[in-house]
């Protein structure tokens, strides 16, 4: 029954945001999932590497799934860098001004970070892989399993941030872009 409730809620929240100002979708991405980010990819690097070490011998794919949060954090990094300062920016000031290069400024760069959703996404799908989709093994510590359930809220998150910029911001942008032009 949650899970119903889970899609109802977010059919409706998606409906808020696709009415929302740019403004308020970009505040809303930065406070929700940007924040969410900086606040919980350092601490999952630490539980990685204290379940590596007290686990390696026993669960080698620990250390691919080490060596694959680490370039996924890497690259998370620096898209966030290129959102913040450039593309958000560039749709603040757009609002504020309606001027024409500010949005060519943000669309020139949508296609770029489509690609790096993609890139994201498919470091997902590898983690899930060597977790064998985040099952739990019977030999571990309490840490090992909150470090898997905050792997899987870190996924859950990361797949909404890439839907809302992906089917809700760029779409937007673009139409904007069409409208400028005309």
């Not at 489509?114 to 892989?129: P, Q, V």
Request: charged residues 30%; aromatic residues 6%; contains cysteine.
């Amino acid at each position: 029954m949650s899970k119903i409730i889970d899609s109802v809620n977010e059919l409706s929240d998606e409906k808020i945001w696709e009415n929302a100002s740019l403004n308020q979708l970009t505040d809303h991405i930065i406070k929700e999932h940007h924040g969410f980010l900086y606040e919980q990819l350092p601490k999952i690097i630490k539980l990685l590497t204290l379940i590596l070490k007290v686990h390696g011998d026993n669960h080698p794919e620990l250390r691919e799934l080490h060596q694959l949060f680490h370039a996924m954090k890497i690259k998370i990094d620096k898209h966030l860098i290129k959102e913040e300062r450039i593309i958000f920016p560039a749709v603040k000031e757009y609002e504020e001004g309606k001027n024409k290069s500010d949005i060519e400024k943000a669309i020139n760069i949508i296609d770029e970070l489509k690609k790096e959703h993609a890139d994201t996404t498919d470091i997902l799908n590898d983690l899930k892989t060597v977790t064998d989709d985040y099952k739990i093994p019977e030999d571990v510590c309490g840490t090992f399993e909150l470090t898997y359930q905050k792997l899987q809220t870190l996924e859950s998150d990361l797949m909404r941030h890439i839907y809302f910029e992906n089917n809700i911001l760029f779409p937007r942008l673009i139409e904007l872009m069409k409208q400028e032009i005309n």
